[in-house]
């Protein structure tokens, strides 16, 4: 493992670059990457199987080599662990698992003398039901924190108060014996929702994200940011006509009451302001929702989430016309000055390379990282980490146990950082908590730094490439072709203009090009064996291939 220097000079991120003549300078939000570490996952530092911050730390010259600029962090609080950290008992604490307070500190404090940005995750929805708050609350029906959660009588037949169901299989309402009352949980029973029409919920809750914000935390991703708010009269859901078996069951209902309300929009408008109280910050909100819905939470007049995360990529069917047709959707429908985010996985989805093949990892790549906005790498992306078969007596995911064999399983994309061929693929000296990849001995980060042809240096050198063109990140988008299986599509900055040509098949494709976008030259192409390579009048590419192609000024 590379020894951390934590303190070093501070890299010139492209955050402090001046936008260009009459545009205002973009911040580090905007301009850079964005790179996910689950924590569990990552690093383990004291030989108990699980990775903790101090592994964060001393990984820190791989995410500086990479290129990033931001770390955002999978829950690090106390937790019972039902669902591995977004259980959260204690809202202020570091879990003894990953360490302690002065852990993080440190982490901070190197990470930001790396340039590095570092973003938690704010669970706002729900607490663990051995949070004190959760424990007062169902300790009688007159305790003054009764009302800080869902509560509801039973239906006149003593069952679930509304037919509203939970993300991790069956009802959403769990009856509480002690007072005869049942509380919601929008996930498992032991993570009841927080009732957000409280004041004194919002305001605890605006303290907690003060309190890391303080210590210097650059901002936060919010968990299902748009489940904060319920309907206040308790209607039951429609029946979903499209839900079929094998599907998960809380699709079986269309969510109209329990998600997505129109009251939310205030409190992420005033979770945005206590963001807002602290110098260059960023909020970013955790929403699966259609395009048109998903933009609603820019909020009116941008005073909403910095970025509604972006994950049409996730579910997106890999096809040419598709895909640049999500785009254009995308960028049509963004609100003026919303800024647009991509995204190709993360911890509640299979990885990319299993939904496409790997074999589509470069293309992938190429496509995230020259979209106009913030791209987010999910750990392990840069090097090709595939979801990892999980034998039975192995599983830990609690969606997969209560709803299994249909595929929901997330700990197949949860499986340990893949450093190097030792034991563990480095990540630990133990037995990680969840299966190495049976490959990691070849796919590592070792293996593949010294290989210019990989996909890590591919990584490397379109992160690179970002940082020296700004037109990548912030340049306007044109649509140029998008037919079989060919993408291609220019991106503009003052006289800057790349051109983005991508095969998303098998079969080799070319394009004949006219005009202004007729000639350049590969600047970055997808095994580096082009690189330089002049275009004029055709691009070609071969099986799996992509290009990023400076195009030469026009006269
Ligand atoms: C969304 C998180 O990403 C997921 O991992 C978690 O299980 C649920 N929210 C509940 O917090």
Request: charged share 25%; hydrophobic share 30%; aromatic share 8%.
């Given at each position: 493992m590379d020894a951390v220097a934590a303190a070093t000079t501070p890299r010139t991120t492209p955050a402090e670059a001046a936008g260009p003549a009459g545009e205002p300078a973009a911040t580090w939000w905007q301009t850079g990457i964005l790179y996910q570490i689950y924590p569990r996952s990552f690093?383990?530092?004291?030989?108990?199987?699980v990775g903790d911050l101090a592994g964060i730390l001393a990984r820190l010259p791989h995410l500086v080599e990479l290129g990033v600029d931001a770390l955002w962090l999978s829950p690090i609080y106390p937790?019972?662990?039902?669902d591995f950290g977004y259980?959260?008992?204690?809202?202020?604490g570091i879990d003894p698992v990953f360490g302690t307070l002065d852990d993080l500190d440190a982490l901070l404090a190197a990470a930001h003398a790396h340039g590095l940005k570092v973003l938690l995750d704010l669970v706002p929805n729900h607490t663990s039901d051995r949070h004190p708050w959760f424990e007062e609350s169902r300790s009688?029906?007159?305790?003054?924190?009764?009302?800080w959660y869902i509560w509801h009588d039973p239906a006149p037949?003593?069952?679930?108060?509304?037919?509203w169901l939970s993300e991790f299989g069956g009802s959403a309402w769990e009856l509480d014996p002690g007072t005869g009352q049942y509380y919601y949980h929008?996930?498992?029973?032991k993570q009841p929702d927080l009732n957000w029409r409280n004041p004194a919920v919002r305001s605890a809750m605006y303290d907690v994200m003060r309190f890391w914000l303080g210590r210097g935390v650059d901002g936060f991703r919010v968990d299902?940011?748009?489940?904060?708010i319920k309907d206040d009269q308790f209607r039951d859901n429609p029946p979903n006509p499209d839900w079929h078996p094998?599907?998960?069951?809380?699709?079986?209902?269309?969510?109209v009451y329990t998600?997505?309300?129109?009251?939310v929009h205030e409190v992420i408008a005033e979770m945005r302001r206590v963001v807002e109280e602290f110098d260059s910050r960023v909020l970013i909100g955790e929403i699966y929702l259609p395009i048109e819905r998903l933009?609603?939470?820019?909020?009116?007049?941008?005073?909403?989430?910095h970025l509604p995360f972006n994950?049409?990529?996730?579910?997106?069917?890999?096809?040419a016309r598709r895909i640049a047709r999500l785009i254009d959707e995308y960028e049509s429908a963004l609100p003026p000055g919303g800024w647009p985010n991509w995204v190709l996985?993360?911890?509640?989805?299979?990885r990319v390379g299993s939904r496409i093949g790997r074999e589509q990892l470069r293309v992938a790549a190429m496509l995230l990282l020259t979209l106009r906005g913030t791209p987010t790498i999910y750990y392990g992306e840069e090097i090709g980490m595939v979801d990892v078969a999980i034998p039975p007596d192995r599983i830990r995911d609690p969606f997969e146990k209560n709803?299994?064999?249909?595929?929901?399983?997330r700990d197949g994309c949860r499986t340990p950082m893949q450093w190097?061929?030792?034991?563990s693929a480095g990540f630990?000296?133990?037995?990680?908590w969840l299966p190495t990849a049976p490959d990691a001995g070849q796919e590592n980060v070792l293996n593949q730094r010294g290989d210019v042809g990989s996909l890590l240096n591919l990584y490397r050198r379109l992160i690179a490439l970002r940082r020296t063109r700004p037109v990548l990140g912030r340049g306007s988008y044109e649509p140029i072709a998008a037919s079989g299986d060919l993408i291609v599509y220019v991106r503009s900055l003052g006289r800057d203009r790349v051109m983005v040509a991508l095969n998303l098949g098998a079969e080799p494709v070319s394009l004949t090009v006219r005009g202004a976008v007729s000639n350049g030259r590969i600047l970055v192409s997808a095994l580096g064996d082009r690189d330089g390579e002049e275009v004029t009048g055709e691009i070609y590419l071969r099986s799996h291939e992509g290009a990023v192609i400076g195009l030469d000024a026009a006269a």
């Open positions: 690093q383990d530092s004291n030989g108990d199987g937790s019972p662990m039902a259980d959260i008992s204690d809202y202020t009688s029906r007159d305790n003054p924190k009764r009302d037949d003593g069952g679930p108060p509304t037919n929008a996930f498992l029973d299902v940011i748009w489940h904060l094998g599907r998960p069951p809380v699709e079986s209902v269309v969510p998600a997505d309300r129109p009251e933009v609603t939470y820019y909020g009116t007049d941008l005073s909403g989430a994950f049409a990529l996730l579910n997106a069917p890999w096809e996985g993360n911890h509640d989805r299979p709803v299994p064999g249909i595929g929901v399983g190097d061929r030792g034991e630990s000296t133990a037995e990680p």
